[in-house]
């Protein structure tokens, strides 16, 4: 009996030593997974007076005191009694009550199945533990709201999802924190709209990750370190409208990669690794709008094939990338895109039929490549272009209709062409809706022909910024009807040729509209000084009135021509002159007795001996006969050369 009775005391003493351990490992196990203690313990006091025979039942199956190795039925109806409880509103009120610890719910991956089992049924019945008063269990660093459904985490180390959230949040932001894979935690979240993981540690998302967001309309995993993605990880995402893989580490696109994205209207592929796209990679994207393939290593324009899984294309990017040049028709399966961005794609050329099929393109950027001319040919296609950029090229002249056939241009951008020299007259002749003009921060742009600008009705804005001009005439534009126009950081010469521009820039300067940088660099004793605070006389006008200066040239000119015209005259007639005076100023006498003396030759011989000399106004000399030749011309020279004898006086 005494050993029967030694035997139950140790016995005793062994479930009591055991029953403490297991007491003080749910606490270390709760306490990693952040759970409350208190709530716990009101559980246990509460399990032996419940009536809820499934509570009971649970909570026996997964007590410290009875195997963790019960039978398989027992563990599959917990799980049964678990999946019950955590989707049902007690759950969700439990969560409000305050039975988290919010700086340890990441740690509950590390724990057995039966102890993650146990924790969320206790959580599901403490229904009374805390008053509601806010969110208890939103980890450090973020922002939760159960009115709105939203939840904000913003820089962090956070390294996995939480799980202890409001499993009816619609909006989860994690951004900026070490998450490197997503488990099976995103499945509490069925309900969620927009999910934000970019700026993460994200290298590979298993199969069916996102099998239960049957709601997600937008999926932000960029600026991780994705390195493969296919059908199979993007399942069940068939309601997301936005994708945004950008800045990962992909290199290639499989067959059917995108087919679950069935609403998908913008695809963000861009500043990846992606040197091959298979033929059928973007096969099911019907709805498909926005593509982004910019800054990747293709070396080839995608195939005619891809284009064609994406009829309803309206925008693509493919710059930063190798294509060296188009093949024709590239693009012509693409009927509605309205905007292709091929910015820095190392294009040396365009083919005559590159842009042929894009008719209905707006807007085209063709800036940062190695084009050695504008490509006239291949762009008079683009009818509806309205928005051009060619900046950063290799031309060195904008010849006369250089854009010939872009009649709806509206805005050109011609910015950091470092070779860029002149513009000739009617350079944009053929634009006539040109309504903005940047020709900013070309450095060796130093002409720009009086005319160039002509023919542009529409023209409001022009941006001359950064060049190498000198000084800008004043029929180059009808600058009076600008609204915009920017010269600022260029070596003007103040001197009277920017007369006018002093005075537009006073007069726009006071409006509204503005003249920007008119600051002179030379000569050297107005360097710094603003063009509008110097007067004409500085500039070296003497008439600050332009059209006055413009009619006293006039007047110099015509007063000059006159005078030159009038001593050719004088010259040419000079003895005419001098003899109509002689006859007028008292020498009748010697006049009469020359008479005589002429009338002694016959016609015949004064002709012989004295041959005439036209004179421009010998036909109103007082002299002059129409019949014998004999004129006053001829009186003049013979006086001019024989003395009158004394016996004919």
């Known amino acids: 009996m005494r050993i029967t ?34 709530c716990y313990q009101r559980l246990i006091e509460q399990a032996d007076q419940d009536e809820n025979v499934t509570t009971l039942a649970a909570f026996h199956y997964t007590s410290p005191l009875n195997s963790l190795e019960s039978s398989q039925n027992n563990r599959q109806h917990v799980r049964k009694v678990h999946s019950s409880a955590i989707l049902s509103p007690q759950y969700t009120l439990a969560k409000n009550k305050g039975c988290f610890d919010s700086r340890n719910s990441h740690g509950y991956w590390s724990m057995p199945r039966q102890w993650l089992l146990l924790v969320l049924l206790l959580l599901a019945s403490c229904l009374v533990a805390k008053p509601a008063n806010a969110l208890a269990n939103c980890p450090n660093g973020c922002q939760c709201n159960d009115d709105t459904l939203v939840v904000k985490c913003g820089e962090g180390t956070l390294d996995v999802l939480p799980i202890a959230l409001n499993p009816s949040i619609q909006r989860l932001v994690i951004k900026n924190n070490k998450i490197k894979t997503i488990d099976s935690s995103i499945q509490f979240y069925t309900e969620l709209r927009f ?65 679950p994205l069935l609403q998908v209207e913008e695809l963000n592929l861009g500043q990846n690794r992606i040197s091959r796209i ?13 593509l982004y393939l910019d800054d990747n290593t293709l070396t080839a324009v995608p195939a005619p094939e891809n284009f064609q899984a994406m009829p309803l294309l309206a925008e693509l990017y493919l710059g930063t990338n190798s294509f060296m040049s188009i093949p024709n028709k590239a693009f012509e399966d693409l009927k509605g895109l309205t905007r292709l961005d091929l910015k820095g794609a190392g294009l040396r050329n365009l083919s005559l039929e590159a842009m042929k099929g894009l008719e209905g393109v707006r807007y085209l950027d063709l800036s940062d490549n190695s084009l050695e001319f504008i490509p006239q040919t291949a762009l008079s296609h683009l009818e509806r272009l309205e928005d051009l950029s060619l900046g950063q090229n290799a031309f060195e002249v904008i010849s006369a209709n250089a854009l010939q056939g872009l009649k709806n241009l509206k805005r050109l951008l011609i910015t950091g062409a470092q070779r860029l020299r002149k513009v ?19 450095k060796m742009l130093a002409e720009i022909e009086e005319n160039a600008f002509s023919g542009l009705p529409h023209l409001k804005h022009i941006i001359l910024k950064e060049n190498k001009i000198d000084t800008l005439s004043e029929g180059l534009f009808d600058w009076s009807d600008l609204i915009t126009l920017d010269i600022s950081e260029n070596p003007l010469m103040c001197d009277c040729r920017l007369l006018w521009l002093r005075t537009l820039a006073i007069n726009k300067n006071n409006t509204s509209e503005q003249i920007q940088g008119v600051i002179c660099a030379a000569p050297s004793n107005l360097k710094g000084e603003s063009l509008n605070k110097l007067s004409p006389a500085i500039l070296g006008c003497n008439h600050s009135d332009a059209k006055q200066q413009a009619l006293i040239g006039v007047l110099l000119v015509v007063t000059a021509a006159t005078i030159t015209a009038l001593a050719l005259i004088i ?67 013979y006086m001019g050369t024989r003395p009158i004898p004394v016996t004919e006086l």
Not at 11 to 35: F, R
Not at 424 to 442: D, H, Q, R, W
Request: hydrophobic letters at 30%; one cysteine or more; aromatic letters at 8%.
């Open 5 to 38: 009775t030694k035997r139950k005391t140790e016995t005793k003493e062994v479930l009591e030593t055991t029953h403490q351990m297991e007491i003080e490992n749910i606490e270390t196990q709760t306490k990693t997974m952040g759970v409350n203690l208190e």
């Open 571 to 637: 010259y040419s007639c000079r003895r005419r002159i001098r003899e109509a005076l002689k006859g007028g100023w008292g020498n009748s006498a010697l006049g009469r007795k020359e008479q005589e003396y002429q009338k002694t030759f016959s016609e015949e011989d004064y002709m012989n001996r004295h041959p005439q000399i036209p004179c421009a106004m010998s036909s109103s000399a007082p002299y002059a006969t129409s019949t014998s030749g004999y004129g006053g011309q001829h009186a003049l020279q």
């Open 424 to 442: 000739e007259n009617a350079a944009f002749s053929g634009n006539t809706n040109l309504e903005y003009l940047n020709l900013s921060a070309n």
């Open 195 to 259: 999910l934000d993981l970019s700026f993460n540690d994200l290298v590979t998302i298993p199969p069916r990750t996102f099998a239960l967001q049957r709601k997600l309309q937008e999926l932000h995993l960029n600026y991780n370190k994705i390195g493969q993605i296919n059908n199979k990880t993007l399942l069940g995402l068939s309601a997301v409208t936005i994708m945004n893989l950008r800045g990962n580490l992909m290199s290639e696109l499989e067959d059917y990669t995108f087919s």
């Open 278 to 290: 298979s033929t059928h990679a973007f096969d099911g994207l019907k709805n498909l709008k926005v």
